[in-house]
């Protein structure tokens, strides 16, 4: 069993910055991708941004491309969403998500493990 746990969600204005952490912890297989996706009320989850282990591939929603930036340290097992010029339209709970790869999490949204999710709240 892998846990993740997201922190770093809060209120903000429009146009304001928030990074966010997933820490990792349990039976960590470090070879595979991690990611972030993101339920808006009354929405379904959708996909926002993924990373592979060895964080030169990234892949990102095209709503938030130019805006939010992925990274992860391998020797923490933590894996960081820089979300900058944020927009109402990106208040959501986001979770973070562990998969095989970028692009099963991604195109089926084929995640194994799931984070509680963080509140990320942008004012107008």
């Known amino acids: 069993q892998v846990q993740l746990e997201e922190s770093g969600g809060g209120l903000v204005q429009t146009g304001a910055s928030l990074r966010l952490s997933c820490a990792a912890s349990?039976?960590?297989?470090?070879?595979?991708?991690m990611g972030w996706f993101r339920q808006a009320p009354g929405e379904e989850r959708e996909f926002v941004v993924a990373?592979?282990?060895?964080?030169?591939?990234?892949s990102y929603a095209d709503s938030v491309k130019g805006r939010f930036t992925i990274s992860r340290s391998k020797a923490e097992n933590t894996v960081y969403l820089q979300m900058n010029n944020l927009k109402p339209e990106d208040t959501a709970i986001y979770y973070c998500?562990?998969?095989?790869?970028?692009?099963?999490?991604?195109?089926?949204?084929?995640?194994?493990?799931w984070g509680r999710g963080t509140l990320v709240t942008v004012s107008s």
């Open positions: 998500a562990e998969a095989e790869t970028v692009g099963t999490m991604r195109a089926s949204g084929d995640v194994d493990y």
């Open positions: 990373i592979n282990w060895t964080g030169r591939t990234t």
């Open positions: 349990g039976r960590i297989v470090s070879t595979r991708a």
